[in-house]
């Protein structure tokens, strides 16, 4: 059962990620606010084509690269409101109408744009040419802040999908058709006296001062961009695909990040790599019928 149930929610992942454009997908958001004086670096990838992708930019700034898998947009180094926007257009030599267009907002270097709140040093973080980030920092609580920043910002639609893979709770995003799924995560995911396996978990966590701290701080991280995801009005890419209508202002539509969200989605990719759910259940019956007999349990 355990792998029919990740089987459904990979296959609505899948499914879900594989909607786009048939020919040419970006790595990044269609809206991107980028800093004065910074870059932001572009990734895409062609398929069912043997063409290159070409970069085209107007407005201010400008591009490392014209063509290639990736090229780095470079903000002005002063502000002007009356010229903070810019156009990015990716297409294929081969096939030029398979496309996708980026609009890019030139910002204000302010604290309201990329700053994470009490982070207790300067963080910084650099990216190679696959836009990987390195994240340097002196302590490693502000590392975690700074990276539930990068993760949201770059992947909050699969982290909110599979918090409510992982919480039961799917069918609120997508529909009826997710149901059973939620019924079965519920089920196994129910302790013994009848509470949710996570808050026993958390409780746990809890009472660790060193894993409670990189918690607290990776969840900062991702409810900061949350915040300026919904200041911005800007629906993360993915969300355009269900079919229910999202407003990202609204907390009741897409909730804040918890502590508990990142337990869950653990808790999740572990159940997915443990041992089979049935044989699980098979070997507790051998037990309990059994665990009198030396010879049958190898003593």
């Not at 004065?36 to 085209?56: C, E, K, M, P, R």
Request: charge should be negative; aromatic fraction near 10%; include cysteine.
């Amino acid at each position: 059962m355990k792998r029919i149930v990740w089987a459904a929610v990979a296959g609505w992942a899948a499914l879900l990620a594989g909607c786009n454009s048939a020919h040419l997908a970006l790595g990044q958001n269609s809206q991107v606010n980028v800093p004065v004086g910074t870059t932001y670096a572009f990734q895409g990838i062609v398929q069912d084509s043997n063409g290159i992708i070409l970069w085209n930019l107007t407005g201010p700034g400008s591009l490392t690269d014209a063509s290639g898998p990736t090229t780095v947009y470079i903000a002005p180094s002063t502000y002007d409101p009356a010229n903070k926007t810019a156009t990015l257009t990716a297409s294929i030599s081969d096939a030029p109408d398979a496309k996708q267009v980026v609009t890019i907002t030139i910002t204000k270097p302010s604290s309201t744009t990329s700053g994470i709140p009490n982070l207790t040093a300067t963080v910084n973080v650099t990216y190679d040419e696959r836009d990987i980030p390195t994240i340097n920092c002196t302590k490693s609580v502000d590392c975690y802040a700074v990276l539930g920043y990068i993760h949201a910002r770059d992947r909050f639609f699969q982290m909110d999908f599979y918090r409510r893979a992982a919480e039961g709770t799917l069918s609120e995003l997508i529909g009826f058709q997710a149901l059973p799924i939620d019924e079965v995560i519920r089920t196994l995911f129910t302790a013994r006296t009848g509470g949710r396996m996570l808050d026993g978990f958390y409780a746990h966590v809890k009472s660790d001062p060193e894993l409670a701290g990189i918690l607290a701080a990776y969840t900062a991280g991702v409810n900061t961009w949350l915040g300026q995801m919904r200041a911005s009005a800007t629906l993360p890419s993915g969300y355009e695909q269900i079919l229910y209508p999202i407003n990202p202002a609204s907390p009741d539509d897409i909730r804040d990040w918890s502590d508990v969200d990142t337990l869950a989605v653990a808790r999740l990719f572990e159940f997915r790599l443990s041992e089979d759910v049935t044989k699980e259940a098979d070997l507790g019956r051998w037990a309990k019928t059994f665990a009198a007999d030396p010879v049958a349990v190898g003593v």
